[in-house]
């Protein structure tokens, strides 16, 4: 039995709990993701079909597949790998104490140097 061309819908909205990697609070992160599957028995049968960048995902996986699984793998594409708070308490807090983050100040090295050279 082939589950060749075989569609999943997937569809989750939600909000995941995540760690904001700047201050270390807690974070929600809104998650959105509407996606369509191409089910595939092998990854020798998705190699050889020819891609289609605006066609759907096709992964390995069977009717029966675990949808956990499926659900799990489509979050993990959609989280970013460090989240950070749009407005940063921690971020604000060093600007109201004067420091300026390492990038900051890297910035103003550079800016120095090149108004030397030019
Ligand atoms: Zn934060």
Redesign the pocket.
């Known amino acids: 039995m082939t589950s060749r061309g075989a569609r999943r819908y997937v569809h989750i909205d939600g909000a995941l709990r995540q760690m904001?990697?700047?201050?270390?609070?807690e974070?929600e992160f809104p998650v959105s993701i509407d996606s369509m599957l191409v089910l595939a028995a092998s990854q020798r049968e998705i190699d050889r079909e020819p891609i289609e960048v605006q066609g759907p995902d096709r992964i390995v996986g069977s009717r029966d597949m675990v949808v956990r699984e499926l659900l799990e793998d489509e979050l993990l594409l959609a989280v970013p790998f460090a989240p950070?708070?749009e407005r940063?308490?921690?971020?604000a807090k060093a600007r109201d104490d004067g420091h300026r983050s390492p990038f900051e100040e890297l910035r103003g090295m550079l800016g120095a140097k090149r108004s030397k050279q030019g």
């Open positions: 904001c990697q700047r201050c270390l609070g974070l950070r708070h940063c308490a921690a971020r």
